[in-house]
Antibody, heavy 122, light 107 residues
Framework: EVQLVESGGGLVQPGGSLRLSCAAS????????MHWVRQAPGKGLEWVSS????????FYADSVKGRFTVSRDNSKNTLYLQVTSVRAEDSAIYFC???????????????WGQGALVIVSS | DIQMTQSPSSLSASVGDRVTITCQAS??????LNWYKQKPGKAPKLLIY???NLETGVPSRFSGGGSGTHFTFTISSLQPEDIATYYC?????????FGPGTTVEIK
């Protein structure tokens, strides 16, 4: 059974940083690209970032480009999102998601974590 | 970037009704369009991938169609457990934009 478990969320001050983690199990992690999707309170879904299986390709939403960095450690089956220079509008639940197919651009997300809540406030 | 619109933003229908949601892309995305269901406090769930393919385990009352820029999502007979918000998502090119969502309620 595929499991994705996010951690690292919490309260962070504007301008601050934190690192989100997503521990994966139940599938061959290094075969799949991985994605981060966020959802602000009461709002819709926003794709944030993607990383290819080998970490050779990364992609970001314009809203986070230059501030967020996606990475992965395939030896630990873990996906990361380094969040820096946070703003109030970054407050959201951050989900990691696994695509259903191989390929760096596989964009149908068939498995999701439960999400990690990030609150940006002073 | 590709923009996605959905209509309606919300709807109320009776159990057993046929419900249709539309999703429009700002440019041709071929059939790279997915539909997700999300209940409050839960992660989204993939229902339809590549416009018309039913994800494994999803009830057959759900269906999708369309290609290019215009897509539809249909629940053939609305059930109480279908109360949720439904999102379309394009995956033709980055950034993978989601539609704004359609909230489905029972009348």
């Amino acid at each position: 059974e595929v499991q994705l478990v996010e951690s690292g969320g919490g309260l962070v001050q504007p301008g601050g940083s934190l690192r989100l983690s997503c521990a994966a199990s139940g599938f061959t992690f290094d075969n799949y690209a991985m994605h981060w999707v966020r959802q602000a309170p009461g709002k819709g879904l926003e794709w944030v970032s993607s990383i290819s299986a080998s970490a050779g390709n990364t992609f970001y939403a314009d809203s986070v480009k230059g501030r967020f960095t996606v990475s992965r450690d395939n030896s630990k089956n873990t996906l990361y999102l380094q969040v820096t220079s946070v703003r109030a509008e970054d407050s959201a639940i951050y989900f990691c998601a696994k695509p259903s197919l191989f390929g760096y651009d596989a964009g149908s997300f068939d498995s999701w974590g439960q999400g990690a809540l990030v609150i940006v406030s002073s | 970037d590709i923009q996605m619109t959905q209509s309606p933003s919300s709807l109320s229908a009776s159990v057993g009704d046929r419900v249709t949601i539309t999703c429009q892309a700002s440019q041709d995305i071929k059939n790279y369009l997915n539909w997700y269901k999300q209940k409050p406090g839960k992660a989204p769930k993939l229902l339809i991938y590549d416009a018309s393919n039913l994800e494994t385990g999803v009830p057959s009352r759900f269906s999708g169609g369309g290609s290019g820029t215009h897509f539809t999502f249909t629940i053939s007979s609305l059930q109480p457990e279908d109360i949720a918000t439904y999102y379309c998502q394009q995956h033709d090119s980055f950034p993978y934009i989601f539609g704004p969502g359609t909230t489905v309620e029972i009348k």
